[in-house]
């Protein structure tokens, strides 16, 4: 019977603070990764500069991510029909923690990945995510420099 009772309380309190912090805050979100495989690059080791990664964006990611990677470029075949935004940086990419958004933006960046297929589509979405570092198209500066940009639009 004292097994019961305390196993009541035990759960009625733990429900009490579930329902208190609310289920969003109470769920962490799950980082985005990239579909293809790889771990972070070089670019994590190094200091990155803002001014320099907005020209290498310019240059290599408007095209998909908009001027100021706002997003919304469409892309049909993907979940939601779109590119995804950067400025704000999607919910499962962002991190308020400069070194974890780093390393989930490098992810990205250095290995590309191919946006899951809306529910019933058959071919492959119209865009996909270049893999910039293993290609070499883009250097571990550059990918520090694109991270330390992408950071600093979101901190504004």
């Known amino acids: 019977m004292k097994n ?8 009625g309190l733990l429900l009490t603070l579930v329902s208190a912090c609310g289920s969003k805050a109470a769920l962490p979100i ?12 070089e670019a994590l080791k190094l200091t990155g500069a803002p001014a320099s990664g907005k020209e290498i964006f310019a240059a290599n990611c408007v095209i998909c991510h908009g001027e100021e990677g706002e997003g919304g470029v469409e892309n049909p ?3 939601d ?5 950067l400025n704000p940086a999607v ?13 989930n933006a490098d992810l990205f960046i250095e290995h590309g990945s191919t946006p ?3 529910e019933g ?9 270049p ?13 520090a420099d694109v991270i330390s940009y992408l950071y600093s639009l979101n901190k504004e």
């Open 4 to 11: 019961r009772m305390a196993f009541a309380i035990v759960v």
């Open 30 to 41: 799950e980082p985005a990764r990239p579909s293809n495989p790889g771990d972070a690059g």
């Open 77 to 79: 075949g993907t979940a």
């Open 81 to 85: 029909g779109t590119v995804p935004s």
């Open 91 to 103: 919910e499962d990419l962002w991190n308020d923690d400069f070194k974890t958004f780093a390393y």
């Open 116 to 118: 899951a297929m809306a």
């Open 121 to 129: 589509v058959t071919t492959n979405p119209l865009k996909v995510m």
């Open 131 to 143: 893999n910039w570092g293993d290609l070499g198209a883009l250097t571990p500066q550059q990918i």
